[in-house]
């Protein structure tokens, strides 16, 4: 009885000590260590694109924003919102309950991120000054970027016309490569999504003079339904050799944008100035959007030669192949603009 007893005691002793040893490895899966509240202080985490739910817990501990990577685990996997969670830099606080972390990274107000949009029809120089102005980044370090590194095509001459107007997320320490990178890389998109290469292959035009064709469409303004339309006006004045007289290529020669443009403005000695010279200028005059790069593309049918934006405020844009009316037209663009 007594060995009995004593065995049944090393037994019980033993599984005690298995039941120890058994919840020691289990613990930290089971109930981690935890912080408290919603922390104290300022402290900004960086998540890497692709990172899974341990690696981004293991981010947080390493910046004493949550007390273990299991807890943050633990609570990501109850809330089943591990696919929610996104690259970026965000904002948290020391020493937080990793709810209350999970919390903070699924909240876009967390993210610690410049937004600039670029609309359609800006110049290059006009691109660069805006995001200069809202992503904090310096004017002359946009300017002197090396073109060979932000990726444009094998066919462009230079950032301008590729510089795709869309909004950009930049993230702390982007460089004004990373940003035009972007720009450039947003262009390739649309450029294959309109088939660029192919389509201006089938209008007669290699893929830069589709660009700056679509650069024009662009900076001429008027409305989406207008793009075609002015397309195929400037086919047709290519088609019948004559000079394209865009107001908006002697404005670009000039570094000016008004809605006036006059005889004197015409005779500026430039080879973008389409009043001066026949065809297309050198390259393009503006970043275009995707639905001009589809208007230079797709040109509407008819004949007209001639459009004027009669009335800018209201954006109406008048077509006609006759010399007569384009006269009477630019006329009421005077009156229009007040001007004698």
Wanted: hydrophobic residues 40%; neutral net charge.
């Amino acid at each position: 009885m007594r060995k009995a007893g004593l065995i049944s005691a090393g037994l019980i002793a033993g599984l005690v000590a298995l039941g120890v040893g058994v919840f020691a490895v289990l613990k930290p899966y089971v109930s981690p260590d935890d912080f408290e509240g919603t922390g104290s202080g300022a402290v900004t985490v960086r998540i890497s694109p692709g990172s899974s739910a341990e690696a981004i817990g293991s981010a947080l501990e390493e910046a004493g924003v949550v007390a273990s990577t299991q807890s943050f685990v633990n609570a990501t996997e109850e809330r089943a919102v591990a696919d929610r969670l996104h690259p970026g830099h965000y904002r948290l606080r020391k020493g937080m309950a990793a709810g209350a972390a999970l919390d903070l990274l699924l909240s876009p107000a967390s993210r610690v991120v410049r937004r600039v949009t670029i609309p359609e029809g800006l110049r290059t120089s006009e691109v660069l000054y805006r995001v200069a102005r809202h992503a904090g980044l310096p004017l002359k370090d946009l300017q002197n970027v090396d073109k060979a590194l932000v990726g444009l095509p094998e066919y462009a001459s230079g950032l301008e016309g590729f510089l795709f107007p869309a909004t950009y997320e930049i993230e702390p320490g982007d460089t004004a490569v990373d940003v035009l990178a972007a720009m450039v890389e947003r262009f390739g998109v649309a450029a294959r999504k309109v088939r660029l290469a192919e389509q201006a292959a089938r209008v007669q035009l290699t893929p830069l003079e589709a660009v700056t064709v679509a650069s024009m469409i662009q900076a001429e303004g008027g409305t989406d339904e207008d793009y075609p339309k002015i397309s195929r006006v400037i086919y047709n004045r290519l088609a019948k050799g004559t000079p394209l007289e865009i107001d908006s290529t002697v404005l670009y020669a000039q570094n000016r944008r008004t809605l006036r443009v006059t005889e004197r403005d015409t005779k500026v000695d430039s080879p973008y100035n389409t009043y001066r010279h026949k065809g297309l200028p050198p390259g393009p005059i503006a970043n275009p959007g995707e639905k001009a790069l589809m208007a230079a593309l797709h040109p509407a049918k008819g004949d007209w030669h001639w459009f004027v934006t009669t009335d800018p405020a209201h954006r109406i844009t008048k077509f006609t192949n006759k010399e007569s009316e384009f006269v009477r037209y630019r006329e009421e663009l005077n009156k229009n603009l007040g001007a004698s």
